[in-house]
């Protein structure tokens, strides 16, 4: 049973190694086993093809997502809530950048995952939601509370597309990690006009801190 389990965690870390570095569409189960040094039929123990892969990929993401990001416990925690969830949904976006990289496609193939991915994305909304009224509890920001969700489903649609928009941009360039730090940093200007004139400084302390790990910007 313990082999069984190492096996199949192994075929998930190899798709996804091989998803992010050659595309979901370019990688085909045959080239998982190769990679591996296991037999086709021996992959196929585990999942009936590519598309389970992917859903269980996914849920490997929703699941980590689902315990990594989590609303604010108090006013006094809501600009750390704020940096957190940047630093946890992005660093979640490069290891699952093939995802991201090919959204609506993959979606499109798998009507269950499509599905799934929505499910995901209500909590996520909510989520976010509850971290901007904290902010705006806290007086870390002023914004209008029926303006929010608004503004949490902006938030998401970059968090959603910044990979994708990247390739799009910067085709000659190989994706990096802080790559992705650079769309933390968009996802913070999008909050910052509401901040508060006593919050500001403590905004701006963020968007250096997030601009020395992103490096040089890729745009």
């Given at each position: 049973?313990?082999?069984?389990?190492?096996?199949?965690d192994k075929i998930?870390?190899a798709?996804?190694?091989?998803?992010?570095?050659?595309?979901?569409r370019?990688?085909?189960?045959?080239h998982?086993?190769?990679?591996?040094?296991?037999?086709?039929?021996?992959?196929y123990y585990?999942?009936?093809?590519?598309?389970?892969?992917?859903?269980?990929?996914?849920k490997?993401?929703?699941k980590l997502?689902?315990s990594?990001?989590?609303?604010?416990?108090?006013q006094s925690?809501?600009?750390d809530?704020l940096?957190?969830?940047?630093?946890?949904?992005?660093?979640?976006?490069?290891?699952?950048?093939f995802?991201?990289a090919?959204?609506?496609?993959?979606?499109?193939?798998d009507?269950a995952l499509?599905?799934?991915?929505?499910?995901?994305?209500?909590?996520?909304?909510?989520r976010v939601?509850?971290?901007?009224?904290?902010?705006?509890?806290?007086?870390?920001?002023?914004?209008s509370?029926?303006?929010?969700?608004?503004?949490?489903?902006?938030?998401k649609?970059?968090?959603?597309?910044?990979v994708?928009?990247?390739k799009?941009?910067?085709?000659e360039?190989q994706?990096?990690?802080?790559?992705?730090?650079?769309?933390?940093?968009?996802?913070?200007?999008?909050?910052?006009?509401?901040a508060?004139?006593?919050?500001?400084p403590?905004f701006e302390?963020l968007?250096r801190?997030?601009?020395?790990l992103?490096?040089e910007?890729?745009?």
């Amino acid at each position: 049973m313990d082999k069984k389990l190492r096996t199949r965690d192994k075929i998930l870390q190899a798709s996804i190694e091989l998803f992010n570095q050659q595309g979901e569409r370019a990688v085909t189960t045959n080239h998982i086993a190769a990679h591996l040094g296991i037999s086709p039929g021996n992959l196929y123990y585990h999942f009936r093809n590519k598309e389970d892969i992917v859903r269980h990929i996914f849920k490997e993401y929703a699941k980590l997502l689902e315990s990594r990001v989590q609303p604010p416990k108090g006013q006094s925690e809501a600009l750390d809530s704020l940096a957190q969830y940047l630093d946890v949904v992005f660093e979640l976006v490069w290891r699952f950048h093939f995802f991201y990289a090919n959204l609506p496609d993959i979606l499109s193939r798998d009507a269950a995952l499509q599905q799934d991915y929505l499910n995901v994305q209500k909590v996520v909304q909510s989520r976010v939601v509850s971290v901007l009224q904290a902010l705006n509890q806290a007086q870390v920001v002023a914004i209008s509370e029926a303006d929010i969700p608004d503004l949490a489903h902006t938030i998401k649609m970059v968090v959603s597309f910044w990979v994708s928009y990247l390739k799009t941009q910067c085709p000659e360039h190989q994706l990096d990690k802080q790559h992705a730090y650079w769309g933390v940093i968009k996802v913070l200007l999008l909050v910052k006009p509401y901040a508060t004139v006593q919050a500001l400084p403590r905004f701006e302390r963020l968007q250096r801190h997030f601009t020395e790990l992103a490096g040089e910007a890729p745009l």
